[in-house]
Structure formats: C-alpha cells, structure tokens
Nanobody, 126 residues
Framework: QMQLVESGGGLVQAGNSLRLSCTASGRTIGDFDMGWFRQAPGREREFVGVIRSNDDNTYYEDSVKGRFTFTRDDAKNTVYLQMNSLKPEDTALYVC???????????????????WGKGTLVTVSS
C-alpha cells in the first residue's frame, strides 16, 4: 500500500504563486509516475498532468501549461507542484496520485491511478 499526503494549499491572490507537496509513504515514488488532478466545486475532476518516474519527463494539460511545474525528489519521496500566475479558475482541491509506470497520458487522464491522496485546497481570489 502507498499513502499520499498533500500539503501547501491555501488562499492566494490572483497572479501569485503557491507550491504544493505530495509526500508518499509505504512505497517509493521511484516506481511510479506521479499525477496531479484537481476538482473545483461543482465540477468534475480534471487531470492536471504527470511527472514520469524514469526520466522526469512531464506532461501538462493546456489549462496549466507554462504556469505549473512538476518536480520530484525521490530521496524525500515527495513530488511538488509549483503553481505560478494563479487565476481564480485554478481554485480547486488538488490531489496527487500514483500509477505504476508504463501507461500513457490517455490512461492517466481517465483517472486510472493506483493510489490517491485526499487533496489540499487551493483558493485563488480575484
């Protein structure tokens, strides 16, 4: 089993930045591709992107491309989501998830992950 715990959420003004963390226990993130999802109030869960385990390759959805950056520190068993130029529409519960490596973005976007965190809330005020 793998437990994922997100942190770093909060209230921030539009245009500012925030960094989220996702720390794993029970398994090493080196064996997993680490994805981020978000869910805004009243909306369906949305795939944000993924950072791969093998080569730190990343994929971002268009809505966040150029503003969000994923990094990972395998020694700390933690992945990070740096969010810059935040917009009110980025307001959501941000959840990290782990998937055994070897699957494409289409699979990850569907939410077919192996482990999920509970999320951390980000609120962006205008």
């Amino acid at each position: 089993q793998m437990q994922l715990v997100e942190s770093g959420g909060g209230l921030v003004q539009a245009g500012n930045s925030l960094r989220l963390s996702c720390t794993a226990s029970g398994r090493t993130i080196g064996d997993f591709d680490m994805g981020w999802f978000r869910q805004a109030p009243g909306r369906e869960r949305e795939f944000v992107g993924v950072i791969r385990s093998n080569d730190d390759n990343t994929y971002y959805e268009d809505s966040v491309k150029g503003r969000f950056t994923f990094t990972r520190d395998d020694a700390k068993n933690t992945v990070y989501l740096q969010m810059n130029s935040l917009k009110p529409e980025d307001t959501a519960l941000y959840v990290c998830a782990a998937k055994k490596k070897g699957f494409g973005v289409v699979t990850l976007r569907r939410g077919a992950m192996d482990y999920w965190g509970k999320g951390t809330l980000v609120t962006v005020s205008s």
